[in-house]
């Protein structure tokens, strides 16, 4: 137990000197991107898009916790930038529970996107009866209830003292079994049992894209649309998730254990500072998915384009 605490604290300062910056510009590039792209993306879901499908309801749901993980990305920066935290244990609570909120509901809802997408193309006469507007908000309902209570538990996470200054987004040593615990929940119920689903929907998809000689295969769009929302779902749980599950898992199984050695500690604790903020990148990418996916986003997008530059056109005829 002291042999571990020496170690950690041996590694404090090398960890602190790497991840503090990374996470500094790392958050700035996802704040910048994040808040433009789902607050546009927002205004073009709930303003200006007339006709709103299943779809839709996903998608503005998953802007929605984008942007609120993006919101708490200043007091993250500004933690980094100081190198202590002065915001008082509230914020450091609401901060850390935005994380993994955005995080699991970010998951859950490209889930839903998938499954609601592999009955539209293999289900084209039942989808309609299937994939309604009422059973979306009904199960966005419902990922929001589950995804809000079990991540209640990291509202615990308040700051605490270490080293003279107050750390935030630092469990102290004796939560580390509670922690391993809550892991693997979140292993197999938040990441897992999803991605799983969504490669058997997308195996299914593929299969009938390849195979089909009907309607579906000679509509080019629908086509694309699918091969776009499997390429992005599948690289956000690539990229984004996969490797942070993995990496914390074996984090905390080494630290429960008690087995880390100086060196380990400082690699590890790197690698994990790369898998958080590839898992953060989500929230501004997700943007990407409504462009590309949301034919009713690209040509709301479009239209608004025209008729904003007809009516500067009309102004600046009429002023001269």
């Known amino acids: 137990m002291n042999w571990t605490s020496k170690t950690l604290n041996s590694s404090n300062c090398s960890n602190d000197d790497f991840k503090f910056p990374v996470f500094i510009h790392t958050y700035s590039v996802i704040l910048s991107f994040g808040l433009i792209g789902n607050t546009v993306a927002l205004y073009v879901f709930v303003k200006l898009t007339r006709r709103k499908t299943a779809s839709t309801v996903f998608m503005i749901n998953l802007a929605v916790s984008d942007l609120f993980f993006t919101l708490t990305l200043p007091y993250r920066i500004l933690y980094y930038s100081q190198r202590q935290w002065k915001l008082g244990s509230f914020l450091c609570r609401i901060t850390t529970y935005a994380f993994y909120v955005n995080l699991y509901s970010s998951i859950f809802f490209l889930t839903a996107l998938s499954i609601f997408r592999y009955i539209a193309v293999l289900h084209p006469l039942r989808s309609k009866s299937l994939v309604t507007l009422r059973r979306a908000l009904l199960v966005s309902l419902g990922i929001w209830t589950f995804v809000v209570l079990t991540c209640v ?168």
């Not at 922690?179 to 991605?195: D, S, T």
Request: glycine share 4%; net charge positive.
């Open 153 to 320: 538990p990291f509202l615990r996470a308040s700051s605490q003292l270490k080293g003279g200054r107050y750390r935030c987004f630092e469990p102290t040593v004796m939560k580390w079994q509670q922690i391993l615990k809550m892991n693997y929940f979140a292993l197999v119920v938040g990441f897992l049992l999803p991605f799983l689903t969504i490669i058997a929907c997308y195996a299914r998809i593929i299969q009938r894209l390849r195979t089909s000689g009907g309607t579906l295969q000679r509509n080019a769009h629908a086509r694309r649309k699918s091969i776009y929302m499997i390429a992005f779902v599948l690289s956000s749980f690539l990229f984004c998730f996969l490797p942070y599950h993995i990496i914390r898992t074996v984090h905390l199984h080494l630290m429960v254990q008690q087995r880390m050695c100086q060196v380990i500690t400082v690699v590890i604790e790197k690698v994990i500072v790369v898998t958080i903020c590839l898992a953060a990148a989500n929230s501004c990418l997700n943007p990407l998915l409504y462009y590309f996916v949301g034919q009713n986003f690209q040509n709301t997008i479009k239209t608004s384009t025209v008729h904003r530059s007809r009516s500067i056109s009309s102004r600046t005829i009429v002023s001269h």
